[in-house]
């Protein structure tokens, strides 16, 4: 489709992510339960496509304007889950930043996720489009952890995984490993990989004969956990995150997005409106 024929607009699950009411995949659950409505119209794909976000609402609130784009260091604890809720009842991330977010901060969502026992940087933001960007392979940011092992493992052996690895029919790729100390059969390993599959720095060194008995995330691309005390968050200059955002490499999908087909909605003038409002909670 020639670009002149494109409708002007962005679709509706990315417009909701950027003013953070959730992430991507949250906002098509939502539309598919029948959360959200335009000029009180249910809508039923995430492909519509939108000028802007006037008459929007989920579950009957009007969508608040976005804010600027922030982001967060939080140090998460071990024993914490990386969810808004849990079934069974554990502890989460969200009861923890309660007491380490400042009043006012807006609702934030975690980029990646760390598992029950993983602990150490977790990065936070309020604008779901950024969370998408660091969180795909696509766009290159590396995460870095530390793993405390028990097992028989060699620096060459660990030096193999540049080429990727496959375990039980699944690929996971380059991974930068190197050997910190050892004593006797312990060591603390640092691993740098981009692409974050689920519990991938643990299955690769199980894999290997290891047993990992601490796993901490050290560094989320340029953001480092550095010394901030477990528990506690701090948010990323202004300065320093657009320093980030205006050299990170945008997803091959992202320019290709508008020229999927859906219905194109004509968005009838409204009056704006004073009433504050808060933005929709998601499920973790």
Avoid: C
Avoid at 54 to 77: C, I, N, Q, S, Y
Avoid at 111 to 129: A, W
Avoid at 237 to 255: D, H, I, Q, V
């Amino acid at each position: 489709m020639p670009s002149s024929d494109r409708p002007a607009g962005e679709r509706i699950a990315k417009l909701l992510a950027r003013a953070g009411v959730a992430s991507r995949r949250e906002v098509e659950r939502m539309i598919a339960e029948g959360r959200v409505a335009l000029d009180g119209e249910k809508l039923e794909t995430p492909a519509t496509i939108l000028p802007n976000l006037r008459g929007v609402t989920v579950d009957g609130k009007p969508v608040a304007r976005p804010e600027r784009t922030r982001l967060f260091r939080f140090h998460k604890p071990a024993g914490l889950i990386t969810a808004e809720r849990d079934a069974a009842g554990r502890p989460t991330i969200y009861a923890a930043l309660r007491n380490a977010l400042p009043p006012g901060t807006p609702r934030l969502m975690p980029v990646g996720r760390l598992d029950l026992n993983t602990e150490g940087l977790l990065l936070l933001t309020n604008d779901g489009e950024f969370k998408r960007e660091l969180e795909l392979p696509a766009t290159g940011v590396p995460r870095t952890y530390r793993a405390r092992t028990f097992g028989e493992i060699s620096q060459p052996r660990l030096e193999e995984l540049m080429d990727g690895i496959t375990i039980d029919g699944v690929r996971y790729g380059s991974i930068d490993a190197n050997m910190e100390r050892r004593t006797g059969r312990k060591q603390w390993i640092e691993l740098t990989l981009t692409e974050g599959k689920n519990r991938e720095v643990r299955r690769v060194l199980e894999h290997l004969g290891l047993k990992v008995s601490r796993l901490i995330r050290t560094a989320y691309g340029p953001f480092a956990l550095a010394d901030l005390p477990k528990g506690a968050a701090v948010e990323v200059r202004k300065e320093e995150l657009e320093r980030f955002r205006s050299g990170l490499k945008k997803p091959p999908s992202a320019s290709g997005e508008r020229s999927g087909v859906g219905p194109v909605r004509k968005h009838r003038p409204r009056r704006a409106t004073s009433t504050p409002t808060s933005s929709p909670k998601r499920r973790g």
